[in-house]
């Protein structure tokens, strides 16, 4: 089964610093796709950022981008100019490219953005 | 554009009790899915569908049942609640293998 792990259970930042979280998965397939997703306190799921696996062109969203490392299986999300408003889990996610409907969780991390 | 819909937002049940959860999609989505999410943890996946009247279990499924007869349907069933089924449960749908999630806004049970 794949895996995929977020090593940082918390974390937090300063207003307008940058922040940035892991993530890390374990699959030997080559076409897969991954996203990061945030979980504010009203719980509902958003879309942040994807990424897939044959672009070798770092995904970016206005202050959020990704470090996609490839070989090292490698996922971390970059956040500039931390925002209040950025506080939240955020959970990392993985899909095989063909043949796999199922989508593969980290457990998420929390960040806090601190005024 | 409502995207994906959940109903309840919240319930209590007893232990022993059944319930259905509902979820509707008017995107045209194939895929359909039902998760749950315990506090402090992740996302696991109880039931998923590619398409009306197929479905299949996902890495938690004992406990629950999911029927889909139409393409914008996927309610998720409880039979004989049980406290361990207490959890924020949602439902999501997507277009194709390399399109994201849209989650519904979750349905908080709680089985005392």
């Known amino acids: 089964a794949q895996t995929v792990t977020q090593s940082q259970p918390e974390m937090s930042v300063q207003e307008a610093e940058t922040v940035t979280l892991s993530c890390t998965y374990d699959t030997s397939e080559n076409n897969y796709y991954l996203f990061w997703y945030k979980q504010p306190p009203s719980r509902q799921m958003i879309l942040v950022i994807r990424?897939?696996?044959?672009?070798?062109q770092n995904a970016t969203e206005n202050r959020f981008s990704v470090n996609f490392q490839k070989a090292a299986k490698s996922f971390s999300l970059k956040i500039s100019d931390s925002q209040l408003g950025d506080t939240a889990m955020y959970f990392c996610a993985w899909v095989s490219g063909a043949g796999s409907y199922q989508l593969t969780f980290g457990k998420g991390t929390k960040l806090s953005v601190i005024p | 554009n409502a995207g994906v819909t959940q109903t309840p937002k919240f319930r209590i049940l007893k232990i022993g009790q059944s319930m259905t959860l509902q979820c509707a999609q008017d995107m045209n989505h194939n895929y359909m899915y039902w998760y749950r999410q315990d506090p402090g943890m992740g996302l696991k996946l109880i039931y998923y569908s590619v398409g009306a009247g197929i479905t299949d279990k996902g890495e938690v499924p004992n406990g629950y049942n999911v029927s889909r007869s139409t393409t914008e349907d996927f309610p998720l069933r409880l039979e004989l609640a049980a406290p361990s089924q207490t959890s924020v449960y949602f439902c999501a749908s997507r277009t194709a293998n390399n399109s994201p999630l849209h989650f519904g806004n979750g349905t908080r049970l709680t089985v005392t």
């Open positions: 990424q897939e696996a044959y672009k070798q």
